[in-house]
């Protein structure tokens, strides 16, 4: 069976310090691949989304970038953290080929800007 | 642009209850209709899904009817309990499968 995996759950980080967020995915080969951002008690903001290796679609411009060194690995990045990054983060998979599409969500890691 | 619409915002049942909440699209080309159930510090998760060849879809206490004409689907919660306090967000997606899009979320609160 597939398996998300991100990590660390929760970060606190000073403004201005750099980030690196981890996503990877098991039991699957060629996934989607996206990362989110939920605000408090708001909805679901798409960042990035990825089709393949080194292929990263942003929606968003902001402060953040992401990359897919490897199939089934996606990092979301930051050189210097804003206070307005606060949130929390959530990466996903979804598989190309399925009839039926929808995204598996991983556990999710709360950024706290400080 | 918000291309899923969600309502109400926020909800509160009585256990026992039926929790309804609603959501509206415009892109007549989603072929796809996931709801996702999402409780504090998790990530979301599947809920319950639909494609809008059928008008309803019932999984033990939960249901999704769908009205194709009118580009509205619903989620019902029958016998609503406190476990099922949590955040609800409907989502649509489009036969290419690379994009999601949700509702802005409903909180969901069922009163013991």
């Known amino acids: 069976s597939q398996t998300i995996h991100q990590w660390p759950a929760t970060l606190v980080q000073p403004v201005g310090s750099p980030l690196s967020l981890e996503c990877t995915v098991e039991g699957t080969s060629n996934p989607n691949l996206y990362w989110y951002r939920q605000a408090a008690g708001r909805g679901l903001q798409l960042l990035f989304y990825?089709?393949?290796?080194?292929?990263i679609s942003s929606e968003v411009p902001q402060n953040l970038s992401a990359s897919r060194p490897q199939d089934r690995q996606f990092i979301l990045s930051s050189k210097k953290l804003l206070l307005s990054d606060s949130g929390f983060y959530l990466c996903a998979w979804s598989d190309p080929r399925g009839g039926n599409t929808e995204a598996f969500f991983g556990q999710g890691t709360r950024l706290t800007v400080v | 642009q918000q291309q899923v619409k969600q309502s109400p915002q926020s909800l509160i049942v009585q256990k026992g209850g039926i929790s309804i909440i609603n959501c509206a699209y415009e892109?007549?080309?989603?072929?796809?209709f996931p709801w996702y159930q999402q409780f504090p510090g998790k990530g979301p998760a599947l809920l319950i899904a639909i494609r809008p060849d059928v008008s309803e879809k019932k999984e033990g206490r939960f249901t999704i009817s769908f009205n194709k004409s009118a580009k509205q689907f619903s989620l019902h919660i029958m016998d609503s309990q406190p476990g099922d306090s949590a955040t609800y967000f409907c989502a649509a997606s489009l036969p290419a499968g690379n994009q999601f899009y949700f509702g802005t979320g409903t909180s969901l609160t069922v009163i013991p």
């Open positions: 990825s089709v393949g290796i080194g292929q």
């Open positions: 892109n007549t080309a989603f072929d796809y």
